[in-house]
Structures are given as structure tokens and as C-alpha cells.
T-cell receptor, first 107, second 117 residues
Framework: LAKTTQPISMDSYEGQEVNITCSHNNIATNDYITWYQQFPSQGPRFIIQ???TKVTNEVASLFIPADRKSSTLSLPRVSLSDTAVYYCLVGDGKSTFGDGTTLTVKP | GAVVSQHPSRVICKSGTSVKIECRSLDFQATTMFWYRQFPKQSLMLMAT?????????EQGVEKDKFLINHASLTLSTLTVTSAHPEDSSFYIC?????????????FGSGTQLSVL
């Protein structure tokens, strides 16, 4: 099962673009990469999922290089309500959650 | 996205009692659900995999007789914390696996805060 590594914390200001990178050097051929957002005392919420190259939806973009050993979640123009913990998960439901990245958005 | 309902959201109980937590997939069928516990400021720890119609698979170090899992239908899994003690106090979260296209996505319940007095 792929182990993931993310920065423990990041700070940003309202209106800025935020990029959070996750390393997963031993990703398997069939593994997808999924990002989740978690607020305190709530379950994680699905943000975006991808396998390779770039995926974009209404809230975020996900960039995955050709070797797939890392991925970057991009949040355009963050707001205070984006303050949360962000997790990347590689593989299926039995995969291990890493420590996540605590994003703090300041006014 | 798909919706997973978890109930109750919060429970306080006396030491020695049992507590049941329900996890329902509301708009899809889930043959597989997962149960996690999360301590403050820490990540989610997978406790067990719940499979519809068969026994759950527990992660190393998780007592199966302590944390009883039942997945009797394609939309409902339950976790029962038996003879709860203060050290069982934690935030418990479930997720359900939904296959959309060629890959799976996990959708999570809102969590249950268990406090054992």
C-alpha cells in the first residue's frame, strides 16, 4: 500500500491560489489518487480524484506528473471557509491515511 | 456526490455499556464499508473493513470482540462498541465504497463522537 507524505501545514491569504503536494513514491499501477477535505468534528469530504495528467472540477484541479510519484491539489482563490485539513489517499479504501495538511486561510 | 449518513453524531455513555453506530449509504449500494477512529489532531486510522453478507476484516491491533461490525444489507453497516471504557472515547467515522466508472470513490459519514464516562 502506497505511503503518502504531505506538508504538515500551510498558510495562505484569501483570494490566493493554494497548491498542496503529496508524495507517493510507491504508487501501484492501478492506484487512483483521491483528495479529501476535513473540517473539525466532521467526516472527510471528497474533493477530486485522478489517475494521470490533469483533472479539474468546480472546486479544484489535480495535477499528476507522468511518473505519478506525486500529485498536487490546486485550490483557486481560497476563502476563509477553505481552512481545513486536506488528505491525499492513494489506492482503495484499505489504504492508509497520511497525516494530512492543515491549511489555514487568513483574511 | 453520493451520500453516507452516520448516526448518532454524538453519544455519551457510562463505562460498561454498549453503543451502536449506524452507517447508511443513502443513494447507492455499498458492498464494502470501512470504519475508522480518529483522535484529536490526528489522522484517520482504519479499524476494519465491513463486507456485506460476510465477516468483517479487522486491522492489526483492533479487537474484533470489542468492536462488533455487522453489514447485513447493501446500504447499512453497524459498529457496536461493547462494554465501552473511557479509553474507547474517540471520533468514529465510516465510509462506503461507490464504484463510479472504472474506479472507486469513498464517501464518508459525518462521524460519531463517543464519550465514555
Amino acid at each position: 500500500l502506497a505511503k503518502t507524505t504531505q506538508p504538515i501545514s500551510m498558510d495562505s491569504y484569501e483570494g490566493q491560489e493554494v497548491n498542496i503536494t503529496c508524495s507517493h513514491n510507491n504508487i501501484a499501477t492501478n492506484d487512483y489518487i483521491t483528495w479529501y477535505q476535513q473540517f473539525p468534528s466532521q467526516g472527510p469530504r471528497f474533493i477530486i480524484q485522478g489517475y494521470k495528467t490533469k483533472v479539474t472540477n468546480e472546486v479544484a484541479s489535480l495535477f499528476i506528473p507522468a511518473d505519478r510519484k506525486s500529485s498536487t491539489l490546486s485550490l483557486p482563490r481560497v476563502s476563509l471557509s477553505d481552512t481545513a485539513v486536506y488528505y491525499c489517499l492513494v489506492g482503495d479504501g484499505k489504504s492508509t491515511f497520511g497525516d494530512g495538511t492543515t491549511l489555514t486561510v487568513k483574511p | 456526490g453520493a451520500v453516507v449518513s452516520q448516526h448518532p453524531s454524538r453519544v455519551i455513555c457510562k463505562s460498561g455499556t454498549s453503543v451502536k453506530i449506524e452507517c447508511r449509504s443513502l443513494d447507492f449500494q455499498a458492498t464494502t464499508m470501512f470504519w475508522y477512529r480518529q483522535f484529536p489532531k490526528q489522522s484517520l486510522m482504519l479499524m476494519a473493513t465491513s463486507n456485506e453478507g460476510s465477516k468483517a476484516t479487522y486491522e492489526q491491533g483492533v479487537e474484533k470482540d470489542k468492536f462488533l461490525i455487522n453489514h447485513a444489507s447493501l446500504t447499512l453497516s453497524t459498529l457496536t462498541v461493547t462494554s465501552a471504557h473511557p479509553e474507547d472515547s474517540s471520533f468514529y467515522i465510516c465510509s462506503a465504497r461507490d464504484y463510479q466508472g472504472a474506479n472507486e470513490k469513498l464517501f464518508f459519514g459525518s462521524g460519531t463522537q463517543l464519550s465514555v464516562l
